[in-house]
């Protein structure tokens, strides 16, 4: 039996994408209220192991529990209802194209709450000032630059208050002021809403200032290598790769 | 003229009795000198020299650019098989440099393809598999588009209104030019073709009767479907795969919202909807424009023309060309988003995805106005 202490539970997870293995073996934790980060070099297979935490991707083997519920087992309207507790901020934003932001980040508020539509704008125009684009809701996301699309799918990502926020690369493309600012967000919204936080990223900078935990996928094992906060990783893991990425150095680092 | 060919650069072999081989290279080995291969040099080395590593010797080198780096790499290969050690001292820091930049990450033995090898009885074994497979995905497709459907006349169906406006407009009012226009030609080609015919005979006023039951009950609803196919379904196809690569259909599944409802229902409803409505114009503009030619070419007045289209055509004939309208707009709905959903993730997916749509509508119309004409000929409709 899963122990309820932890928000997410990873167990024996094994990803493929037909023949080709992308990860295998992958056991890990995230606790409630936990910042985990999934690093790991281009190609090693982060997003694929989103895809299948937030169902996108059915694991070749291996279970993922949310709380106790195994998201594999359990019935689809139960699913529906444990999906609608994720937020998720994908690595391109994936803004609806048709839509304006404010529509964007008031469909899920339509579709899942009660509000009425004085209600919505009131929290659309909140969601969006908490990204730093407030008075932009009638824009479509084509208006607006990349990062600006990036953090309007942030906006979306919190419209229903998730108590799991997912990230996919989401400092990826962006300036250092701007992707410094996304960082502080990250954080307030774990300090202020308890909210647990599993990000993808290889950015340093995201990985040191907001990781509580995190685990490290190596692309020629094919598996997670490392397990730990980042920063204590960087001080004691005695894997040449894991230092090699961690301090972005050229030569491989002799063990520790 | 100067010359930029094999004079430039310079190859020299010394074999030493300690089993190295010197390679020495002097002046400019650029690509487009037309530098050695590798493999000829290679062939140099014969087993009785008994050559167990490779060294170089560039003082003399000129200039160079990729075309060495290739060389050394290639050469490099082929030691490797031979388990010949290669020395790279002799050569500039910077060649060194490269090569071990473009040697730090191994090759990936997994990625490689395999080369396509296959007997035809497993060519035609892996189609059949292919064909069944899609086969099976536009089955599951038209079911859940069904019960979508079914959803939808039950008001548990989650769609926004303005999509569905939207898409009507799209589909309905935006059509009218293009349907006009084909409508029309395709009457006067209709009326042409019969009237040549028909004033052989002096009858030429039942090209009204040609026309009117050409366009009603076949032309007007075929010719409909294949534009829509065209305009329509293929800006589905690439509407829903740009979605898909942009990742905006995995947000609407992981926020729990079903693409089905909210993107394909909507689409689906707008064309059953405005098929029969761009039907009845077409029909209409048909019969029009063979009025044209008859008054035309053939001195028939119009009066007399649409006195002769009222008594040819039944309320049969109408309700022929509505029934197969409804479903070649679910054919077309269907086909696009099929396709659309199906889309992989690049661009070029997103053009291949709209010519498929484009395809599999038409030859779906077709095959289906093929099996209606058998049914309503047999129930004698």
Known sequence: MVASEFHITVSDLKLAYGEFVIQRDLNFEVKHGEIFIIMGGSGCGKSTLLRAMIGLLKPVQGE???????????????????????????????????????????????????????????????????????GFEDFYPSELSGGMQKRAGLARAMALDPEILFFDEPTGGLDPVSAHRLDDLILELRESLGTTVVVVTHELAT?????????????????????????????????????KFLTRSESTVEAK | MMDLGSHSWDLELNFSTTGTLLIQISGSWKLQNHLPSSIKVFNQIKPENFIQRIAFDSKKLANWDTGLLTFISS?????????????????????????????????????????????????????????????????????????????????????????????????????????????????????????????????????????????????????????????????????????QVNQEIDALKTLGISPMEFLVLPRMIALMLMMPLLCLYSDLLGILGGALVSWGMLDISLIQYFNQTQGAIGINDFLVGLIKSVIFGVIVAISGCLRGMQCGNSSSAVGNSATSAVVTAIVLVIVWDAIFAIIFNIVDF
């Open chain 1, 207 to 243: 990985i040191f200032a907001v990781g509580d935990n995190s685990i490290f996928l190596d692309s020629d094992t094919k598996t997670m290598i490392a397990e730990g906060n980042p920063k204590t990783l960087l001080a004691e893991s005695n894997n040449a790769k894991v230092q």
């Open chain 2, 75 to 243: 050469l490099n290969g082929q030691c490797l098989n031979q388990g010949i050690v290669m020395d790279l001292q002799g050569l500039p820091a910077g060649v060194r440099r490269l090569l071990k930049l473009a040697s730090a990450v191994p090759e990936s033995k997994e990625a490689s393809k395999t080369p396509q090898t296959a007997s035809f009885f497993t060519r035609v074994g892996l189609a059949l598999i292919q064909f069944l497979r899609a086969s099976k995905e536009t089955l599951e497709f038209i079911g859940e588009a069904f019960l979508t459907f079914l959803k939808f006349f039950t008001g548990k169906a989650r769609y926004r209104m303005s999509d569905l406006i939207l898409t009507i407009q799209e589909c309905g009012a935006q059509a009218l030019p293009i349907v006009s226009l084909i409508s029309l030609l395709v009457g006067l080609i209709l009326a042409f073709v019969g009237a040549v015919q028909l004033k052989q005979f002096g009858a030429q006023i039942y090209v009204a009767n040609l026309v009117g039951l050409g366009m009603v009950r076949e032309m007007g609803t075929m010719m409909t479907a294949v534009i829509m196919a065209g305009r329509t379904g293929a800006a589905f196809a690439a509407q829903l795969g740009t979605m």
């Open chain 1, 64 to 134: 993922i529990f949310y709380d106790n519920l195994n998201f594999e087992l359990i019935e689809p309207t139960e699913r529906d209802q444990l999906m609608r507790r994720f937020g998720v901020l994908y690595q391109s934003g994936a803004l609806w194209s048709s839509m304006t932001l404010g529509e964007n980040v008031a469909l899920p508020l339509g579709e899942f709450t009660d509000l009425n539509a004085n209600q919505i704008r009131e929290v659309v125009s909140l969601k969006l000032s908490l990204v730093g684009l407030k």
